[in-house]
């Protein structure tokens, strides 16, 4: 069984910066990837960012390229999401996954076998 649990989020101003965090326990296979994904209040789930489980290779949503990265810490079983120039409509509940989801499937909550209890991220304008 895998765990996931989630901490980092908070409010910050927009244009402000944020590192989520995601500790994994557990058994993740060596085919696993990490993904991030978020929902605000209303809307559906979005996909944001995917690493492998090796740390070779991310996936991004168009939304957060060149602001978000994605990162992982191997011996602290760790993956990150840096956040850099947060605009308010980054506002949601972020949420850890993992899965064998690859890079043509990183959008797919259906990959994605494990999560975590989410974090509040609210930006402020």
């Known amino acids: 069984q895998v765990q996931l649990v989630e901490s980092g989020g908070g409010l910050v101003q927009a244009g402000g910066s944020l590192r989520l965090s995601c500790a994994a326990s557990?058994?993740?296979?060596?085919?696993?990837?990490m993904g991030w994904f978020r929902q605000a209040p209303g809307k559906d789930s979005d996909f944001v960012a995917r690493i492998t489980w090796d740390g070779a290779f991310t996936t991004y949503a168009d939304s957060v390229k060149g602001r978000f990265t994605i990162s992982r810490d191997s011996a602290k079983n760790t993956v990150y999401l840096q956040m850099n120039s947060l605009k308010p409509e980054d506002t949601a509940v972020y949420y850890c996954?993992?899965?064998?989801?690859?890079?043509?499937?990183?959008?797919?909550?259906?990959?994605?076998?494990?999560w975590g209890q989410g974090t509040q991220v609210t930006v402020s304008s």
């Open positions: 996954a993992a899965g064998e989801a690859n890079h043509y499937t990183s959008y797919d909550r259906r990959r994605y076998d494990y």
């Open positions: 557990g058994r993740i296979g060596s085919a696993y990837s």
